[in-house]
């Protein structure tokens, strides 16, 4: 009797675990996908997000992002909303930037990173406070998923509408306590 009790619990334990990895891990959420690459990025559409990103990330000591479609599943799913404000964790645990620029066909990937970037004059290592900045350079993120939607509620007056930006990040960044480890200027 106290072998086969031993055996469930053991059972039980190891389904616990396989439960508790599929819950913890983006890599492994179950998201609806729109394309190989999780949204409806293009190759090269990955590689200009990665390396905008990275480009940033090495000027502050932080390891390279690598893609996750989960990740760019739930940007797509968020992007597609076109509402102009942050998801507040719906999509899961992840950090979040968002940015948006008009006409469209004028606004790119490099110009979203870009706003992202331009935010680290604003960032005091004495206070820091989280953004945008702080979550692209966040050195215990690894990985990233992007997308884009064009929307014509955003700037309703410019013909054309605007580019959506989201990424999502795992693990997410700006986590009070920690920047001084993980926020390097």
């Known amino acids: 009797m106290a072998r086969i009790q031993a055996l469930l619990l ?23 996908q729109t ?38 599943a739930a940007a797509q799913k968020w992007a597609d909303k076109c509402v102009f404000k942050h998801s507040g964790g719906t999509l899961g645990p992840f950090g979040e930037n968002l940015a948006a620029g008009a006409p469209a066909s004028g606004y790119h990937i490099a110009n979203a990173v870009q706003s992202w970037a331009n935010e680290a004059p604003q960032y005091d290592p004495k206070h820091p406070v989280p953004s945008h900045f702080t979550q692209m350079v966040w050195k215990a993120t690894t990985e990233v998923g992007c997308a884009v939607n064009t929307c014509s509620n955003i700037f309703p007056k410019i013909p054309g509408g605007a580019a959506y930006y989201v990424c999502e990040y795992y693990p997410q960044g700006n986590v009070i306590g920690h920047f001084p480890q993980n926020v390097e200027v």
């Open 10 to 32: 053991s059972l039980l334990c190891l389904i616990f675990l396989q439960v508790s990895d599929v819950l913890a891990s983006p890599a492994q959420t179950p998201l609806l």
């Open 35 to 72: 394309s190989g690459n999780g949204s409806r990025a293009s190759n090269g559409d990955v590689t200009s997000y990665l390396s905008a990103h990275n480009t940033v990330r090495a000027k502050h000591h932080a390891v390279a992002l690598k893609w996750n479609n989960n990740l760019a």
